[in-house]
């Protein structure tokens, strides 16, 4: 026992005289203390007009030392940053002109480190405050992945080309990742709380994370696809808002982005702490982040705050497909399956509408049926187009049917993907019963609807619900209805938008037909641009299950 005393009191002193050694010279071995740590900085925008910036809150940020290896930024603002370099650009995003402290860390060999901070007054214009309550709900608000949703994940391009801020090159389909290597993703719980004046946020997991295949390594695989791995992600993040500078359109974004402290992200690791907010509602959030060390991909998520594993009473579905047109034969649409109206009908179909309608205004052309309606003198009317129906061929009670369209643009024109009571000419309208599955108005764009017209529900006192639906007339989307005995559910993209209890007493449990048509004006439709010349409704096909 007192041998080994003997050796702790040697051990003791040996560490008291590298201690001495080190406290002179800043090393020992391979240990190296930075020196001379000086941190410079330039505020973007000064100016004699704007002493404390051009309202951006950037500031370029610099630390030197002599035998640093790397460095790392602190903010007061709860932010911090890894600068390698000791280069960084910070931007502080508190409304108004407000003064921060940047303390630096220069890191040498073995740990070693040396701080140093500044003061840095810096003005900033830039607010959001209703991102800021969808997105915290002003207190506490968990967002989920919207699983139901196409395209809930999805990546495209990351440059300046019409299709550079879509996911063109692959959108998951609604529930896709709900098994096998993804089985972690919709578990994945994304928590924004408003602590005063600043947003914490907490990624809440079952302990594994979504990987992209690139990041695989941090979780600790080799695996060449993406994986669900052990992850921690405990910890509070602090998120700040800002301008966001993307190669997106004005026109197709919020103008906001989120930056999230201490390498925090978005539930699937794709290496980036910032994200583009697209759109946001008090219930859906649409993100666009580009790829960590990958500059040419931009990565799209779609959140809600409805828990997508939450039980509930499923809704009624049907999965055997019993009718079906892809369009996939060019010249006239199957006579076999379409009929028309024709003409102007009474009243403008009942509606004052502007058109007549013809067959030559429908063609089968590329894989998809187009309706064009057109500013041409026939018949008595300035404007022509085509209304297609299955009456007389094919109608059906209760089952889902899905119409992949995409719809004209322009002020009055009025399309339409609907269903009429196969009885209305013994049972007139409304006693028959109508089911819009989709209705979109040219001067509302991306506006779109479905309404179920009834006795004393009928016209403008239709039963309908709306949804907005980003980029309506440029891309194909999936318009659908799920009908049965208890249930009329309409959706755009596999997410419910509006539903109806149908009971006994409705016109819906009867034979309804198919009808597709693009009106002009009328009493839905409003007023037709003086300009118009023409524009074209694109359906690439239609489906019915039973």
Known sequence: MKKNLKNIAKFL??????????????????????????????????????????????????????????????FSDETEANAPSGEYTKQFTKNGINTYTVTAVAYGTGGNSTTASIE???FSDFSDPEAVQFLTGGSTKTWYWAAA????????????????????????????????????FYKEKLVFTLDGEAIR?????????????????????????????????????????GPSGSVVPADKKRGTEMNFS??????????????????????????????????????????????????????????????????????????????YDLGIGDNGWGNNEQQYYRAENAVVEGGSLKITAKAETFGGKEYTSARLKTEGLYDFKYGKVEIRAKLPTGSGTWPALWMLGANYSTNPWPACGEIDIMEHIGNNQDHVMGTLHLPGN??????SGSTTVEGASEDFHVYSVIWSDTKINFYVDGTKFHTFDNTASTPFNANFFLILNVAMGGNLGGTIAPGFVSSTMEVDYVKVYQ
């Open 262 to 339: 201490d390498g925090g992200f978005m539930g699937y690791y794709i290496g980036t702490s910032t994200y583009e907010i697209l759109k946001i509602t008090d219930t859906e959030m649409q993100v666009r982040a580009v790829m960590g060390g990958n500059p040419a991909l931009a990565w799209y998520h779609i959140f809600t705050t409805t828990d997508p594993n939450a039980s509930a009473p499923s809704d009624p579905d049907f999965t055997n497909l019993v009718w079906s047109d892809d369009f996939n034969v060019n010249g006239a649409p199957d006579a076999s399956k379409w009929t």
């Open 13 to 74: 002193m040996l560490l008291i005289l590298v201690s001495s050694c080190q406290e002179d010279d800043k090393t020992f071995g391979g240990l190296v203390t930075p020196t001379n740590l000086d941190i410079s900085y330039t505020i973007v925008g000064v100016d004699a007009e704007h002493p404390d910036g051009d309202g951006s809150g950037k500031v370029i940020l610099k630390a030197t030392a002599d035998n640093a290896t790397s460095y790392k930024f602190f």
């Open 149 to 184: 949703k196409q395209g809930h994940l999805g990546v495209g391009p990351n440059d300046a080309s019409d299709n550079g801020y879509v996911p063109q090159y692959y959108a998951a389909a609604p529930f896709e990742k709900s098994s096998g290597a993804a089985s972690c």
């Open 458 to 463: 009928f016209g403008g006192n239709g039963i």
């Open 201 to 241: 946020y907490k990624l809440d997991t079952d302990g594994s994370v979504f990987f992209n295949a690139s990041f695989n390594s941090v979780g600790g695989s080799t695996a060449p696809d993406d994986q669900c791995l052990p992850y921690d992600t405990s910890g509070i993040k602090t998120v700040t808002l």
């Open 120 to 122: 840095v007054t810096v």
